[in-house]
């Protein structure tokens, strides 16, 4: 299991800067660098309000899946971190407004 380390502010998954969403998936598959990357589980909480409080707070996230073909981390498109961070502009609306900042391209 894979603790997300959101500071996506108005994200609906988002609380307390760490992700509530059961499965959290990483988008970007040609990406060669961090902005090449988003989390697509990504919702604004303008439109989706504040999931996170229909969480249960103490379990932690399944599963992150990733698709960025080249990220040292990821094995048959699951990641292997344990903890990962995902980051976005000021005022994120979109998922495409996000990176994973945890990218690692492979050597």
């Known amino acids: 299991m894979t603790q997300v380390n959101c500071a996506v502010k108005g994200c609906s998954y988002n609380h307390n800067e760490i992700c509530y969403a059961k499965r959290v998936a990483i988008g970007g598959k040609g990406s060669t660098e961090i902005k090449g990357t988003c989390c697509g589980t990504f919702l604004n909480e303008d439109v989706y309000s504040n999931l996170a409080e229909h969480t249960d707070y103490l379990s932690p996230c399944d599963a ?7 990220c040292r981390y990821n094995a048959e498109n699951l990641c292997q971190l344990q903890a990962i961070q995902v980051s976005g502009a000021e005022e994120t609306s ?7 900042l945890s990218f690692k391209k492979q050597q």
């Open 94 to 100: 979109l998922y495409t407004q996000t990176d994973c």
């Open 64 to 70: 992150v899946t990733c698709t960025v073909a080249i």
